[in-house]
């Protein structure tokens, strides 16, 4: 059977799973636009990725597990802004139109846009080479929105959960990552060490529960998506700062202190990125209650680094010169 443009949309788009209603969505999924009610008191904050077949995930990836990703790489900004998940809009290419992939990749996205209470509100469809743009929206009160700059000398740099794991799990899919590599040839890797990079590659978490706990306590955050080295970055440039890491206490996850060797690890960590962790600043007076939230939400937090007079990112103690962090135009996903 065909399906058609309207086939797709009604089938697996605008559908009670994905498509859910909330007091802020005046029209979704159906009309030329969806409306939306911003309450006086907050502001809504947007954000959009596009990923590529071949250069965000691997060809031939399931569908499922491509929609979780795409969403949640897309509430992970939100995270870092400490945004409330409001909505989100798609808008997707497909090279056929084929029943049981669109059903597969309804459901990832249904999943995680339950989860979060984040529905569809509307996008559009094309034919073309896979490619998933997702465009979310969130609300937060006004002025309490987390941004890159605000960092100040003196304040200590965290990160939560683990570094290093996003760019690793590339490895465990096969896909060649340069100057990083496993112990051991991957069919020989333990089934535990690879099912879990494949998690960390496809479904990773949003921090958005720390976040909107935390956020009075934050200066500035960022979502790891490039490897700390540039987003740490980021911070330094958009506060006027120097930020300086600690290699030593780079966390990393027990499936990549068994399978890859230092050096691998610390190179993911630093420019490997696909972690969408929360990095952030904020006073040592706070790190007491930072470390509650955390252990509250049974989520690791550690401290990394610490900020400082002057400029750029600085890692005392391991040599990283010509080492650098995520680049679209330096680098590809194929498989």
Not at 6 to 15: C, H, S, T
Not at 17 to 30: D, S
Not at 56 to 82: C, K, Q, T
């Amino acid at each position: 059977m065909i399906l058609t443009e309207r086939d797709i949309i009604g089938r697996y788009f605008n559908v009670p799973e994905l498509a859910f209603p909330r007091p802020e969505i005046e029209l979704g999924p159906g009309d030329d636009a969806a409306i939306l009610h911003v309450p006086e008191d907050k502001r809504l904050v947007i954000s959009t990725d596009a990923l590529v077949a071949g250069a965000h995930f691997p060809e031939g990836a399931a569908a499922e597990l491509i929609a979780y990703r795409s969403l949640a790489v897309n509430l992970s900004d939100l995270a870092a802004m400490a945004a409330e998940p409001l909505c989100f809009t798609l808008a997707l290419t497909l090279p056929q139109a084929d029943s049981q992939w669109l059903e597969a990749f309804s459901g990832g996205l249904a999943e995680l846009a339950r989860e979060f209470r984040c529905p569809l509100i509307g996008g559009d469809i094309g034919r073309g080479p896979l490619q998933i743009a997702i465009q979310v929206h969130g609300l937060c009160r006004a002025g309490h929105e987390l941004r890159r700059e605000g960092a100040g000398a003196g304040q200590k740099v965290y990160v939560t959960g683990w570094v290093g794991d996003g760019v690793l799990a590339l490895a465990g899919l096969g896909v060649a990552t340069p100057d990083i590599a496993f112990n051991a040839p991957l069919e020989e890797l333990p089934e535990e060490c690879r099912a879990h990079f494949h998690a960390a590659y496809f479904r990773p978490r949003p921090r958005l529960g720390f976040a909107l706990a935390a956020a009075p306590l934050i200066a500035c955050a960022i979502d790891v998506s490039d490897g700390l080295l540039g987003d740490a970055g980021h911070l330094a440039a958009a506060s006027g700062v120097g930020i300086v890491l600690d290699a030593e206490a780079l966390p990393y996850s027990p499936a990549a202190r068994r399978c890859a060797g230092e050096e691998s690890r610390l190179r993911a960590a630093l420019c490997g990125g696909d972690d969408y962790e929360l990095c952030f600043s904020s006073d040592p007076a706070n790190e007491s209650r930072l470390m509650a939230i955390a252990a509250d939400l049974d989520l690791p937090l550690t401290r990394i680094g610490e900020v400082v007079a002057g400029e750029g990112v600085h890692c005392p103690g391991a040599d990283v010169s010509g080492w650098s962090s995520f680049d679209h135009y330096a680098c590809a996903v194929e498989g």
